[in-house]
Antibody, heavy 117, light 111 residues
Framework: QKQLEQSGPELKRPGTSVKVSCKAS????????VQWVRQARGQGLEWTGW????????KYAQKFQERVTITRDMSTNTAYMELSNLSSEDTAVYYC??????????WGQGTLVTVSS | NFMLTQPHSLSESPGKTVTISCTRS????????VQWYQQRPGSAPSIIIF?????PSGVPDRFSGSIDSSSNSASLTISGLRTEDEADYYC??????????FGGGTKLTVL
């Protein structure tokens, strides 16, 4: 069964960083890309960036360019999204999605990141 | 960059047909593929249409996608509405840098 399993909820202080993991099972990242999307409570979907599985090339949304780093570990089939200098506006559910081309059928269950002092 | 504009909410009765629009603010709708995602409360998004009109296996043929160059928009049509179709629907496309762009989402109520 092909699926993505994300790490658990996080509670962070403003100004710190968070690193969310996304582990694939049933398929490998080498043939796919991983997108990261976030959703604040009651709000729409917002794209943060992506990583190509085999090359490790990344692209980031301009809004997050200075604060986000997406990586992957091919040995464990896990992708990571790290967001730094957190503020309350970063409180959201963060999703990873895997696929290729325009077809992204595999989504993680989401990771709630709460930023609060 | 461009924006994708969707109606905030729609309501329709079971058995009826509803169409959700997604209008591109600049550039041509056909210049990059449009995808549609369904998101039920408390769940991750799920792809229901990709490459403008392709339906993944397992998605009922009640769901169909199209693009219209005259209105510079994409549409998701759901026929034979069922109560389980009640969800939020998002269109998604790409900008010139291959960055994902999402519409604001449409809340569909089936009652």
């Amino acid at each position: 069964q092909k699926q993505l399993e994300q790490s658990g909820p996080e509670l962070k202080r403003p100004g710190t960083s968070v690193k969310v993991s996304c582990k694939a099972s049933g398929f490998t990242f080498s043939n796919s890309a991983v997108q990261w999307v976030r959703q604040a409570r009651g709000q729409g979907l917002e794209w943060t960036g992506w990583i190509v599985g085999d090359s490790g090339n990344t692209k980031y949304a301009q809004k997050f360019q200075e604060r986000v780093t997406i990586t992957r570990d091919m040995s464990t089939n896990t992708a990571y999204m790290e967001l730094s200098n957190l503020s309350s506006e970063d409180t959201a559910v963060y999703y990873c999605a895997a696929g290729s081309g325009s077809y992204y059928p595999y989504w993680g269950q989401g990771t709630l990141v709460t930023v609060s002092s | 960059n461009f924006m994708l504009t969707q109606p905030h909410s729609l309501s329709e009765s079971p058995g009826k047909t509803v169409t959700i629009s997604c209008t591109r603010s600049s550039g041509t709708i056909g210049s990059s593929y449009v995808q549609w995602y369904q998101q039920r409360p408390g769940s991750a998004p799920s792809i229901i249409i990709f490459e403008d009109s392709q339906r993944p296996s397992g998605v009922p043929d009640r769901f169909s996608g199209s693009i219209d160059s005259s209105s510079n928009s994409a549409s998701l049509t759901i026929s034979g509405l069922r109560t389980e179709d009640e969800a939020d629907y998002y269109c998604q496309s790409y900008d010139s840098s291959n960055h994902w762009m999402f519409g604001g989402g449409t809340k569909l109520t089936v009652l």
